[in-house]
């Protein structure tokens, strides 16, 4: 029981505050808390990660009053799935000095796109290319969580609505005509969207390390701070537009050059403090 008023004190603390410091509220050891969501006994459910597994939440770790239930489920074969569920997914394209221009690009970047929610797969999801897939991509980018209601905040008072951030994996199909009208088709198509494993608060946001692997080779990698848009600028550019709601995803960009993968490949995104979202390319979907 001490050991349960403790793990739910310190959820509280996290989910009650903001800023570095959080990335400090522990149980036993020397990792931030880590927010999910996993399947046990046929549903959904939250959960922390801390000391002996993952502690069961009652309700949504978006929830203020979320407190730890007593249930712990070993993280050894547990079924992860996407973190949140969102009622919106925005990206953010061109943030990286070092990405090429788009060829049919209209204006200076960064710019702003969607993907949908049904995109999402979670840590170990197949990513499975579409029938007429001809060059699918991965993008490893860090993703930001938004934590409370956000409409036409300043960017001094944007960080207040991030929850924390995540992982993800931008998967982009280049072999459709990447034009304004294709660009949903292109982002936004069943398991474009891997997201994972785990949700962070309290970390340094603009300047953590984000890495990609490909079977196991390093094809990406760079440090946040090198966005050109920054998190509290990109909330609030974003929230003078769309009113965020709490889960809502924004993916801030990938650095560099991205390259295809073919069925079989094993595709690793690693942000710092976070962890690692894995996913294996399926084989093509079949055709009509």
Same mark, same amino acid.
């Given at each position: 029981?001490?050991?349960?008023?403790?793990?739910?004190?310190?959820?509280?603390?996290?989910?009650?505050?903001?800023?570095?410091?959080?990335?400090?509220?522990? %149980?036993? $050891?020397? +990792?931030?808390?880590?927010? #999910?969501? @996993?399947?046990?006994?046929?549903? *959904?459910?939250? =959960?922390?990660?801390?000391?002996?597994?993952?502690?069961?939440?009652?309700?949504?770790?978006?929830?203020?009053?979320?407190?730890?239930?007593?249930?712990?489920?070993?993280?050894?074969?547990?079924?992860?799935?996407?973190?949140?569920?969102?009622?919106?997914?925005?990206?953010?394209?061109?943030?990286?000095?070092?990405?090429?221009? %788009?060829? $049919?690009? +209209?204006?200076?970047?960064? #710019?702003? @796109?969607?993907?949908?929610?049904? *995109?999402?797969? =979670?840590?170990?999801?197949?990513?499975?290319?579409?029938?007429?897939?001809?060059?699918?991509?991965?993008?490893?980018?860090?993703?930001?969580?938004?934590?409370?209601?956000?409409?036409?905040?300043?960017?001094?008072?944007?960080?207040?609505?991030?929850?924390?951030?995540?992982?993800?994996?931008?998967?982009?199909?280049?072999?459709?005509?990447?034009?304004?009208?294709?660009?949903?088709?292109?982002?936004?198509?069943?398991?474009?969207?891997?997201?994972?494993?785990?949700?962070?608060?309290?970390?340094?946001?603009?300047?953590?390390?984000?890495?990609?692997?490909?079977?196991?080779?390093?094809?990406?990698?760079?440090?946040?701070?090198?966005?050109?848009?920054?998190?509290?600028?990109?909330?609030?550019?974003?929230?003078?537009?769309?009113?965020?709601?709490?889960?809502?995803?924004?993916?801030?960009?990938?650095?560099?050059?991205?390259?295809?993968?073919?069925?079989?490949?094993?595709?690793?995104?690693?942000?710092?403090?976070?962890?690692?979202?894995?996913?294996?390319?399926?084989?093509?979907?079949?055709?009509?």
């Amino acid at each position: 029981m001490k050991l349960l008023r403790l793990l739910s004190a310190l959820v509280v603390t996290a989910l009650a505050a903001t800023g570095p410091a959080l990335a400090q509220a522990t %149980l036993g $050891d020397d +990792a931030p808390l880590r927010f #999910g969501r @996993f399947e046990a006994e046929g549903q *959904a459910r939250y =959960g922390v990660l801390s000391v002996g597994g993952v502690h069961e939440l009652d309700r949504s770790f978006l929830d203020p009053a979320a407190q730890v239930t007593g249930r712990v489920f070993p993280l050894d074969g547990l079924k992860l799935l996407p973190p949140v569920v969102p009622s919106k997914i925005i990206g953010i394209a061109l943030n990286y000095p070092d990405n090429p221009p %788009l060829p $049919d690009k +209209a204006g200076p970047g960064p #710019g702003y @796109f969607a993907k949908l929610p049904s *995109a999402l797969i =979670g840590e170990g999801g197949e990513i499975v290319p579409p029938a007429d897939s001809t060059n699918l991509n991965y993008e490893g980018e860090m993703v930001v969580v938004i934590g409370k209601q956000a409409r036409k905040v300043s960017p001094k008072e944007a960080l207040d609505y991030v929850f924390g951030v995540t992982v993800g994996n931008d998967v982009t199909e280049r072999g459709y005509p990447f034009s304004p009208l294709q660009v949903l088709r292109a982002k936004g198509s069943d398991s474009f969207a891997p997201l994972g494993p785990w949700i962070v608060p309290g970390l340094l946001y603009d300047d953590l390390r984000l890495t990609t692997r490909l079977n196991g080779e390093v094809v990406q990698s760079a440090r946040t701070s090198r966005m050109i848009k920054k998190v509290a600028a990109i909330v609030s550019d974003l929230s003078q537009q769309f009113t965020l709601e709490p889960g809502d995803l924004i993916f801030t960009g990938t650095p560099g050059k991205t390259r295809a993968m073919k069925p079989g490949d094993v595709i690793e995104v690693e942000l710092d403090g976070v962890g690692v979202l894995r996913n294996q390319v399926g084989e093509k979907e079949k055709g009509q």
